[in-house]
Every structure is written in C-alpha cells, then in structure tokens.
C-alpha cells in the first residue's frame, strides 16, 4: 500500500514538497509534459504533507485538461466551516470530489464517526444496516466491499493504515475535513467536544441524516425527544451511565441503524420500538440492565449481542 501511516502538521519547503507529490502522483517526472501544471497544483497544497498526498493520489491517470480543472478548483475559497488549514481543505475537499461514487463518498464520511484506529467490521455493519450499497446482502458481501473502499481511500490518502489489517487511521486534518463536509453538504453531525449552534437549532435538527454524539455535555443533557424524522443513523458513545428518556427516539420513525458505545443503560427506552425500518443495532460494550424490547425489533438485520453484558436485577 502506498499510504503513509504518518503525515505530521509540519510545512515542506518547495523541493521537498514537489518531490513528496511526484512520489504520490507517480507520473510527473522531469520530462513530463504535466510538470508545469503539475507543480502549480503542487503549491497550492502550501507544502502540507497530507494536502500533498492526498491530491496527488487523486490526480493519478489525469489528463492535461483534468489537471488544470484541479488547479482552477483549488484555488477556490475554502470552506468557512473548516477552522483548520485553508489549504488542506481545499485540497481534501478536492480529492473528496473525486471519488468514484457517492457510495465511496458516504462510506468515506462514516468514517468521521468513527475516528481513529476505526475497525473495519464497524464499517461493516454501518453500511449493512444503512443499505449502503446497491446489490449488497450479506455480511461478506459487505465486508469485501468495504474492504476495496478502504484500500482505495487508503491509496488517496484519505485513510491510513492502523496498528493491523481490522483497523484504519485517520490523519486529524482530514478527519477535520471530513466532519465539516459532512456537515455542509451531507446533513451529517459529528459532534465531539463542544456542541456547536447547530445542536439547538430546531429546524435544522430536523434535516439531519446521521448523528454522531460523543459530546459529555449533550450527553449527560439529552432532550425528551429528539425532532429528526429524516435521521437514518444515530451513534453516540459515552463512557458510564446514562439514561436515554423514554420518547427519545419517538420522532425519528426513519432510523436505519443505531450503534450505542460503552454505556450503562438500565434499559432501552420503549421508544425504540417504533423504529420499524431499524436494521441495524449495536451495543458495542454496553451494559444493559433489561434487553427484553429487542424482541419487538422486527426488521433487525443486524445486531450485535456478543457486545453486551448483560446485567439482570434479581
């Protein structure tokens, strides 16, 4: 695999950075004819390693008119969601654009729920239960079209590879990216540190296709029902008790999947009952006081037992 497992926040100076970017793009040596413009895309990368790799793996096997789109394209404001680097961004953004398929895309995204040192079987499930992909049934169906998704988005530079081959790494920068083209043109909250404004908007809460909650103060403050009719996943992970109020999931009739992380439940809320098109369910180390409601999940496709300890009062 040509993905590095490591792109530092650091700057390259105009050599080192064109020599990274010729590695990348494999077909820009000194003779060739895309050099010229080649190296103007090069600097629009500002000399930020994981900027440069990831353009230059998406540039691989363009022709002369696609790379000078490139360059028209990264010369573009980027977004103003995005508080990092302008120029990784821009570049992400890019290399994002150029994806084979909105499949690839969204699998991409899902990405930014999960984070770092991902596994692959969490892809899986969420892409199963999501009726990701056309054509696609079982679990090693999806698992081997995860698997080519992944290798390809590796070779972009848009994952990288993890401490095995179960796993995948994320380079902060993109993750960043990630989360804020989600938001902008996906209808996806990753929220992981502060809730921002978008959380309290009611009329927005109610365009959200997925929902990613790792945020302690949300958390520990959930509203007693959750005005997302157009939600299609929900995760949210927490490490110890919480009680999730009983019509939470009340107004979210269109939920595909749900994955709850690490978390002390007493019970599901009786809420969950109405979700007649969930088919995914994951209670990935949870303990659970009282499962009995999962037997009125009638579309559950996919679920996860083994995860749960289960926890009885006597």
């Known amino acids: 695999m040509d993905a590095q497992k490591n792109f530092p926040i650091g700057f390259l100076n105009e050599k080192e950075a064109w020599d990274l970017f010729k590695k990348k793009a494999s077909e820009c040596d000194e003779s060739c004819d895309l050099k010229p413009i080649a190296m103007e895309v090069a600097k629009k990368c500002a000399g930020l390693p994981i900027a440069i790799a990831t353009v230059a793996g998406a540039s691989r096997n363009k022709r002369l008119f696609e790379w000078k789109n490139a360059l028209r394209e990264l010369e573009r404001p980027s977004s103003s969601n995005f508080t990092g680097i302008a120029a990784a961004y821009?570049?992400?953004?890019?290399?994002?654009?150029?994806?084979?398929?909105?499949?690839v895309k969204l699998t991409f995204l899902l990405c930014s729920v999960i984070g770092h040192n991902g596994l692959i079987e969490d892809l899986v499930r969420y892409t199963l239960g999501l009726g990701l992909f056309d054509g696609v049934h079982t679990i090693e169906e999806a698992r081997?079209?995860?698997?080519?998704?992944?290798?390809?988005?590796?070779?972009?530079?848009?994952?990288?590879?993890?401490?095995?081959?179960?796993?995948?790494?994320?380079?902060?920068?993109?993750?960043?990216?990630?989360?804020?083209?989600?938001?902008?043109?996906?209808?996806?909250?990753?929220?992981?540190?502060?809730?921002?404004?978008?959380?309290?908007?009611?009329?927005?809460?109610?365009?959200?296709?997925?929902?990613?909650?790792?945020?302690?103060?949300?958390?520990?403050?959930?509203?007693?029902?959750?005005e997302c009719s157009g939600l299609s996943f929900f995760h949210m992970a927490y490490d110890g008790?919480?009680?999730?109020?009983?019509?939470?999931?009340?107004?979210?009739?269109?939920?595909?999947?749900?994955?709850?992380?690490?978390?002390?439940?007493?019970?599901?809320?009786?809420?969950?009952?109405?979700?007649?098109?969930?088919?995914?369910?994951?209670?990935?180390?949870?303990?659970?006081?009282?499962?009995?409601?999962?037997?009125?999940?009638?579309s559950l496709q996919v679920l996860k037992p083994f995860s749960v300890r289960y926890q009885r009062t006597t």
């Open 90 to 103: 821009s570049a992400i953004e890019w290399s994002f654009n150029y994806l084979e398929s909105e499949e």
């Open 144 to 226: 081997n079209k995860v698997l080519t998704v992944v290798a390809n988005l590796k070779a972009s530079a848009l994952l990288l590879d993890s401490y095995n081959d179960k796993l995948f790494d994320i380079h902060d920068v993109v993750w960043d990216a990630a989360i804020a083209i989600a938001l902008k043109d996906y209808r996806m909250l990753v929220l992981r540190d502060h809730p921002p404004k978008e959380w309290s908007d009611k009329e927005k809460m109610k365009t959200w296709s997925v929902i990613s909650l790792r945020c302690p103060q949300i958390i520990a403050n959930l509203p007693k029902e959750m």
């Open 241 to 298: 008790a919480v009680k999730i109020p009983l019509n939470f999931f009340k107004q979210t009739e269109g939920l595909k999947a749900l994955d709850l992380v690490g978390m002390q439940l007493p019970s599901l809320p009786e809420s969950i009952i109405q979700l007649a098109d969930l088919r995914m369910l994951c209670l990935k180390k949870c303990a659970v006081d009282d499962i009995t409601i999962l037997g009125e999940l009638k």
